[in-house]
């Protein structure tokens, strides 16, 4: 009798060892899916804000290239004048001599130069174009890689939920870690 009472209190005592770590397994794996949905949430905001500057960035590019544009056509319109111009001064030259021949010098130096002044703008906004161009790309590429650590992390959580092993615990666990020589 006094044998049956000591091997039931050695169950119970076993039982109550075992309770007690399922608890504490418990608790950790609670933790754990607690930082996990803080960090979730933690890149979900990063995403927001590289989605917010990716839209800034291409609303940037979208004015810069109707700066450019905008350029460009004044650029094509100030020598299209140039090509009037020359053509009027043949013309002139052609039926008149010389007479206000530099009236229509000054005209034309004043268009040549606005037709440089215009190149030059297109120039100066050719690397700003390139550059915002360059921007966007690169935020597209860091949000892909923050929605991929989401991935891995959901992965992480469900394999958590499901068979209580933590990624560090199956790396850790010789009997499990099949990718590593024994």
Do not use: C
């Amino acid at each position: 009798m006094l044998r049956k009472k000591e091997e039931k209190f050695a169950e119970d005592q076993e039982a109550t060892k075992r309770k007690r770590k399922l608890e504490e397994r418990k608790t950790k794996i609670t933790k754990d899916e607690i930082k996990l949905g803080e960090l979730i949430a933690s890149l979900h905001q990063k995403i927001k804000t590289k989605d917010a500057e990716k839209s800034r960035l291409y609303s940037h590019a979208s004015e810069e290239e109707a700066k450019l544009n905008e350029t460009l056509t004044s650029f094509l319109n100030d020598a299209k004048n140039l090509r009037d111009a020359t053509k009027l001064t043949e013309e002139y030259t052609r039926n008149n001599g010389g007479d206000g021949l530099d009236r229509i010098a000054s005209e034309m130096s004043k268009i040549v130069s606005a037709t440089k002044t215009k190149a030059k703008e297109l120039q100066a906004v050719q690397p700003k174009l390139e550059n915002v161009a360059k921007a966007v790309a690169d935020q597209e590429r860091h949000r892909q890689l923050l929605l991929m650590n989401i991935d891995l992390m959901k992965g992480e959580e469900r394999m958590v939920r499901t068979s209580g092993w933590t990624v560090m615990n199956f790396l850790a666990s010789p009997s499990q870690n099949f990718f590593l020589p024994r």
